[in-house]
C-alpha cells in the first residue's frame, strides 16, 4: 500500500500541468504521477502536430463555438479564451521552456489551421506536442514532491461505496479514494491512496481500427470513471481527423491540418481539387471544420470506390518552405517512399479525439467527491459537438491548472483518507495465462466494430448490431478479467470493450445529426 497527497493518473499536458503546478504551489504536498508507459513522454499529447492556440479574442470565441455545432458551453469557452493565450506564455514559454518558433520580432509565428478564421496556432515545426511533453517531464522530474511512475497500470478507482468494510460508507456521497495500480515489471497490484486523485488518460481513438492515436488511448479514463459511478457525457462525439496517411499494413499517421492552413488542397487521384463540389459558398472548403472536411472526403471515397483521397503539397507550397515547416511530415512520408514536394500523399479520415468524456465542472471537479479530471478524458463542455483545430493542448493546461489552484486553494492538511484498514486489498484469483494473440485478436474485433458500425456515418441498425456483438464481448472478457493473470494488455482489453459499447450506445440514443455525430437515418 502506498499513500499520497494527490495521485494524477496520466502524464500529458493536462495531468503534467495539474502534478507541476500543484507540486509547485504546495511544495510539501506529495504528488504521485502514474503513467502505464515504460517512457514518460509516451502521451497523446506527444502526438500532437499542429500546435497550440496562443491568441484569444471575440473572433476565437466564435470559431470554437461554430465548430461546436451550437452545444459548446459558453462558460468554458469564456474560461479558455481568457486564461489561455496567458497561461502559454507564462507556463510553456517561461515556466518550462518549450521552444516555440518565433517571428524576427521573437513573437510567436502563428499558423493558420481548419475551423480558424486567422492565423494564432503556436508551434514548434510540426512536432510541437513532442516538444510541449518533453520540457514537461523535464519539469516533472526536477520537482522534489512528485514521484513519476512509469509502467503502472490503473485497474480501478478506489471509492468508499464500493470497497470500504464498512457498510455505513455506502449511504454517504461517493468519494475516491486513490486506485489500484498493477505494477508491469512484477505483476503485484496494492492500493494507491491519496486525498485527491486526478484522471488525465487521454482518451480512446484505438477503439477503432484506423486512427492517429498511440496504443495507449484505449478509453481507460472513461472505463473506470464508468466503473465507480462518474456522470459521463457526449461519447458520441468522436472526432475523425480528416487527414491520415494512408498505407496498407501501417498504423495511419497524421497529417497536421497545418499543412493545408499553408495551402495544400484535397484532390482525386488526377490531383483534382474536389473540396469545392461539396461546399460551394466557401472561400476555402478545404479548411473548414474537421466533421465536414472528413465527411466530405468520406463521401468522395465512396464515388470512386477508392480507399483514400489526395493531398497536393507539391502545387501549392514551395518545397523549401514544404521541408523547413514540416520536417516531421517530410521524413514519415519519405520513409514510406512518398517525397512529398513531388507526389500526392494518399490520406483518409482516422479516428483522432474524444470529445466527450467525464463529466466536470469548471475546476476539473466530477461528480465523485474528491476526483477530478482534465483533459481529453474530461468533458468540459468546450468542444460540444466537434473540437476546433488546437484547442485540446489548451484545454489540458488551462484546467490543469484550475485542477490544480482547487486541490491546493484550501492545502492539503485537513483532508484525510479515513481509516486506511477499511479500504480492501486487491485479491489476486488469476488462474491462468491469456494468450496475448487473443488479446490481439479480441482488440482487433472490437476496432472492426467500431470502424464498421459506429465510425464517421451512424445508423440505427448498425448501432444496434454494434451495441449487441460488443456486450457478448464484454461479457465473455470479463470472464477472463476475473479469471485469467492480469497484465496490461488484459486490462486495456476489458477497458477497450466497455468503452466501445458505452459510445456505441450513446450513439444510438441521440438520433439528432450535431457535429461529428453524424446520423444517416
Given amino acids: 500500500m502506498k499513500e499520497t497527497d494527490v495521485l494524477i493518473i496520466g502524464n500529458g499536458i493536462a495531468g503534467a500541468t495539474t502534478a507541476l503546478i500543484t507540486a509547485r504551489r504546495n511544495p510539501f504536498a506529495r504528488v504521485t504521477v502514474l503513467t502505464r508507459a515504460d517512457d514518460p513522454n509516451e502521451t497523446n499529447t506527444r502526438y500532437a502536430q499542429g500546435g497550440i492556440i496562443a491568441k484569444g479574442g471575440p473572433a476565437l470565441t466564435r470559431d470554437i463555438l461554430k465548430s461546436g455545432d451550437g452545444i459548446s458551453l459558453h462558460e468554458s469557452v469564456d474560461i479558455l479564451v481568457a486564461e489561455g493565450p496567458r497561461l502559454v506564455k507564462d507556463i ?23 475551423g ?25 522530474k526536477r520537482e522534489p514532491n512528485i514521484e513519476l511512475r512509469t509502467g503502472i497500470t490503473a485497474i480501478d478507482l478506489l471509492t468508499l461505496g464500493h470497497h470500504s468494510t464498512n457498510w455505513m460508507r455506502k449511504y454517504e456521497p461517493e468519494t475516491c479514494v486513490g486506485v489500484y495500480g498493477f505494477d508491469q515489471m512484477d505483476g503485484h497490484v496494492s492500493r ?19 486512427t492517429t492515436n498511440p496504443k495507449g488511448a484505449r478509453g481507460d479514463g472513461i472505463a473506470m470513471a ?64 474537421r466533421d465536414k472536411v472528413s465527411r466530405a472526403i468520406f463521401t468522395e471515397m465512396l464515388k470512386t470506390g477508392a480507399p483514400n ?34 507526389d500526392l500523399v494518399p490520406v483518409s479520415p482516422a479516428a483522432h479525439y474524444s470529445c466527450g468524456g467525464v463529466v466536470t465542472d469548471m475546476k476539473g471537479r466530477t461528480s465523485i467527491r474528491n476526483l477530478y479530471a482534465v483533459g481529453e478524458v474530461a468533458c468540459t463542455g468546450l468542444h460540444g459537438g466537434n473540437r476546433l483545430a488546437s484547442t485540446s493542448l489548451l484545454e489540458g493546461l488551462v484546467f490543469g491548472v484550475r485542477a490544480a489552484g482547487d486541490i491546493t486553494k484550501n492545502g492539503l492538511g485537513g483532508e484525510s483518507w479515513g481509516d486506511l484498514d477499511e479500504i480492501v486489498s486487491w485479491k489476486d484469483q488469476g488462474r491462468y495465462q491469456v ?16 470502424w464498421n458500425m459506429v465510425g464517421l456515418v451512424r445508423k440505427a441498425p448498425l448501432l444496434t448490431r454494434a451495441m449487441t456483438d460488443l456486450a457478448q464481448m464484454e461479457d ?27 459510445i456505441a ?9 450535431i457535429g461529428c455525430h453524424y446520423r444517416e437515418d
Avoid: W
Avoid at 92 to 114: I, K, Q, S, T, Y
Avoid at 120 to 139: C, H, M, N, P, Y
Avoid at 505 to 513: F, V
Fill in 476 to 502: 465473455t472478457v470479463t470472464r477472463f478479467y476475473r479469471e485469467a493473470i492480469l497484465s496490461d494488455e488484459l486490462l486495456g482489453l476489458r477497458n477497450t470493450v466497455l468503452t466501445a459499447l458505452l
Fill in 192 to 210: 494507491i491512496l491519496a486525498k485527491k486523485t486526478v484522471l488525465a488518460t487521454g482518451g480512446a481513438g484505438r477503439l477503432f481500427a484506423y
Fill in 226 to 289: 464508468y466503473r465507480a459511478g462518474a456522470k459521463l457525457l457526449g461519447l458520441e462525439f468522436e472526432q475523425f481527423h480528416p487527414t491520415a496517411l494512408r498505407q496498407t499494413g501501417a498504423d495511419p499517421f497524421l497529417i497536421s491540418e497545418a499543412v493545408r492552413g499553408a495551402g495544400a488542397r484535397l484532390t482525386d487521384e488526377q490531383g483534382r481539387p474536389f473540396m469545392h463540389e461539396y461546399y460551394p459558398h466557401l472561400d476555402k472548403p478545404d479548411l473548414t471544420t
Fill in 116 to 140: 480558424h478564421g486567422e492565423a494564432r496556432v503556436a508551434k514548434v515545426s510540426d512536432f510541437s506536442g513532442r516538444a510541449i511533453q518533453e520540457q514537461l517531464t523535464k519539469s516533472l
Fill in 435 to 450: 494468450d496475448s494473440a487473443l488479446i490481439a485478436a479480441d482488440l482487433a474485433t472490437v476496432q472492426n466494430i467500431m
Fill in 505 to 513: 450506445k450513446s450513439a444510438l440514443a441521440n438520433p439528432k445529426s
Fill in 92 to 114: 510553456l514559454r517561461d515556466m518550462v521552456h518549450v521552444p516555440f518558433d518565433l517571428d524576427a520580432a521573437g513573437n510567436f509565428a502563428f499558423a493558420l489551421e481548419g
Fill in 309 to 342: 483521397v489526395y493531398l497536393d503539397l507539391r502545387s501549392y507550397i514551395k518545397e523549401k518552405t514544404i521541408k523547413s515547416h514540416f520536417p516531421t511530415i517530410y521524413q514519415t512520408c519519405l520513409h514510406s517512399g512518398i517525397d512529398i514536394t513531388r
